[in-house]
């Protein structure tokens, strides 16, 4: 077919065509549109109300507990519920079963599958996070909690249910989370003041019994290098038991951590043989000063005491002189000066976690409280009513442009009016 003999649409064409069949084309459009202008005066109508807060980390214990903080280098998280999961819980089957059992929605939705009135819920509730600006991952700033809902009074009141019951969820949980993490560091603070009492008691012993009175400045500066790591590696391991408690032990905050305390733990035994080594003082030493701090108490005191006391004018011999009493009064002193460091790391944490736990709240500061509508939030009659002109304006052309289909078909019986009489004794239309 040439480009002459293809057909083009012509505005004349067009004009006359619309003339032609305005009664029908007047009709289609004027009853379509009545009847959406019908629609949206009988659609119910719905109104919303709206509620803004912000979740604030205000559990840090008030002044006393912001002063703990700064005087303890010892990173630390509350646990407590974050603005994205504070959204979680807001869509949670929990909240809507409490949101449906206290204003019976099964009957006001009219719907007795519990499944589809959790749906219609969730339909009728818009929840909305406001997020800082920046490029990647931003954090939630604000969340608005909007519903819907037939009864202007009815909306009011779910939207406040919803906030009483995410505070009182939210609340419940940071509860839960202060007293594990309260607990953890209770039991390592207990352990800690009976091994710091046990150290006291057997150093303290040793001095009497060896007549030795105070260390060395070269000793006590290594110890306190040695009990501030190992200081560490108990705050370490107290990050990691609560992380597990809380993450799964393949997390990668959770490797991080066990990645930082071996590395310390390693520094910390390097520490340590160089410490003894240093004060062994000769090389056999290590056979005479083997065993555990206990038992070298009981083996290496006597002897000290009886060389002491025999040798000429000299009642406290250096400790470089005796070295199996310099190895053992090293390990005691050692000991102390660990448990000590570790006591001025757990303790502050175990003070601030009981002005935690005394503290706790859902962190929740509204922001707007959840207003009284007094206009419709739907239908919106307007579009409503547009939408039906336009759909009858489709209608109207597509009426008269098959009605010239089958006029012209009848006069010429082309290939396709031929096509569409066989579709119709198909369906068994044999008008």
Request: hydrophobic share 40%; no cysteine; aromatic share 8%.
């Given at each position: 077919?040439?480009?002459?003999?293809?057909?083009?649409?012509?505005?004349?064409?067009?004009?006359?065509?619309?003339?032609?069949?305005?009664?029908?084309?007047?009709?289609?459009?004027?009853?379509?549109?009545?009847?959406?202008?019908?629609?949206?005066?009988?659609?119910?109508?719905?109104?919303?109300?709206?509620?803004?807060?912000?979740?604030?980390?205000?559990?840090?214990?008030?002044?006393?507990?912001?002063?703990?903080?700064?005087?303890?280098?010892?990173?630390?998280?509350?646990?407590?519920?974050?603005?994205?999961?504070?959204?979680?819980i807001l869509r949670s089957r929990t909240m809507?079963?409490?949101?449906?059992?206290?204003?019976?929605?099964?009957?006001?939705?009219?719907?007795?599958?519990?499944?589809?009135?959790?749906?219609?819920?969730?339909?009728?509730?818009?929840?909305?996070?406001?997020?800082?600006?920046?490029?990647?991952?931003?954090?939630?700033?604000?969340?608005?909690?909007?519903?819907?809902?037939?009864?202007?009074?009815?909306?009011?009141?779910?939207?406040?249910?919803?906030?009483?019951?995410?505070?009182?969820?939210?609340?419940?949980?940071?509860?839960?989370?202060?007293?594990?993490?309260?607990?953890?560091?209770?039991?390592?603070?207990?352990?800690?003041?009976?091994?710091?009492?046990?150290?006291?008691?057997?150093?303290?012993?040793?001095?009497?019994?060896?007549?030795?009175?105070?260390?060395?400045?070269?000793?006590?500066?290594?110890?306190?290098?040695?009990?501030?790591?190992?200081?560490?590696?108990?705050?370490?391991?107290?990050?990691?038991?609560?992380?597990?408690?809380?993450?799964?032990?393949?997390?990668?905050?959770?490797?991080?951590?066990?990645?930082?305390?071996?590395?310390?733990?390693?520094?910390?035994?390097?520490?340590?043989?160089?410490?003894?080594?240093?004060?062994?003082?000769?090389?056999?030493?290590?056979?005479?000063?083997?065993?555990?701090?206990?038992?070298?108490?009981?083996?290496?005191?006597?002897?000290?005491?009886?060389?002491?006391?025999?040798?000429?004018?000299?009642?406290?011999?250096?400790?470089?002189?005796?070295?199996?009493?310099?190895?053992?009064?090293?390990?005691?002193?050692?000991?102390?000066?660990?448990?000590?460091?570790?006591?001025?790391?757990?303790?502050?944490?175990?003070?601030?976690?009981?002005?935690?736990?005394?503290?706790?709240?859902?962190?929740?500061?509204?922001?707007?409280?959840?207003?009284?509508?007094?206009y419709k939030h739907k239908p919106k009659r307007?579009?409503?009513?547009?939408?039906?002109?336009?759909?009858?304006?489709?209608?109207?052309?597509?009426?008269?442009?098959?009605?010239?289909?089958?006029?012209?078909?009848?006069?010429?019986?082309?290939?396709?009016?031929?096509?569409?009489?066989?579709?119709?004794?198909?369906?068994?239309?044999?008008?």
């Amino acid at each position: 077919m040439s480009n002459g003999d293809r057909p083009s649409v012509n505005i004349l064409d067009l004009l006359l065509l619309i003339a032609r069949y305005r009664k029908r084309i007047f009709l289609i459009v004027f009853g379509i549109t009545l009847v959406a202008l019908g629609a949206s005066l009988v659609w119910p109508k719905t109104y919303k109300s709206t509620v803004r807060f912000a979740q604030y980390d205000s559990g840090g214990g008030g002044m006393a507990g912001s002063l703990i903080s700064s005087l303890v280098q010892m990173p630390f998280s509350s646990g407590r519920v974050s603005a994205e999961q504070s959204t979680i819980i807001l869509r949670s089957r929990t909240m809507q079963d409490a949101v449906i059992d206290r204003f019976d929605l099964a009957e006001v939705y009219g719907i007795s599958v519990r499944e589809y009135v959790r749906e219609e819920l969730a339909n009728n509730t818009i929840i909305e996070e406001a997020r800082e600006g920046g490029i990647g991952f931003s954090p939630i700033v604000s969340v608005s909690l909007s519903v819907t809902d037939r009864s202007p009074e009815r909306a009011k009141e779910i939207a406040e249910f919803y906030m009483s019951q995410l505070d009182s969820m939210m609340t419940g949980i940071n509860r839960k989370n202060a007293e594990m993490t309260l607990r953890t560091y209770e039991r390592r603070y207990l352990q800690n003041v009976q091994e710091l009492e046990e150290a006291e008691q057997a150093l303290t012993a040793f001095q009497e019994e060896a007549g030795i009175l105070e260390p060395e400045s070269q000793l006590r500066a290594m110890m306190s290098t040695i009990g501030e790591l190992r200081a560490q590696m108990v705050g370490l391991d107290v990050q990691i038991n609560i992380a597990k408690a809380t993450l799964r032990d393949s997390a990668p905050q959770v490797m991080e951590l066990e990645k930082q305390r071996a590395e310390v733990e390693k520094v910390y035994n390097d520490l340590i043989r160089d410490s003894e080594r240093e004060f062994s003082g000769s090389a056999g030493t290590g056979s005479g000063a083997g065993s555990g701090t206990g038992s070298s108490v009981g083996s290496d005191a006597g002897p000290g005491t009886g060389s002491r006391t025999g040798m000429s004018g000299d009642l406290f011999p250096p400790m470089m002189e005796m070295p199996k009493m310099g190895l053992e009064y090293a390990r005691l002193f050692r000991e102390r000066t660990i448990q000590e460091k570790i006591y001025e790391l757990i303790y502050p944490q175990y003070e601030q976690q009981k002005m935690l736990l005394d503290d706790t709240n859902s962190g929740i500061r509204l922001i707007d409280e959840a207003n009284l509508p007094t206009y419709k939030h739907k239908p919106k009659r307007a579009l409503i009513v547009i939408a039906g002109f336009l759909f009858s304006i489709f209608v109207a052309f597509f009426s008269i442009t098959f009605s010239e289909f089958v006029k012209r078909g009848q006069a010429s019986g082309d290939e396709n009016y031929q096509k569409y009489l066989k579709l119709k004794e198909q369906f068994g239309d044999k008008s």
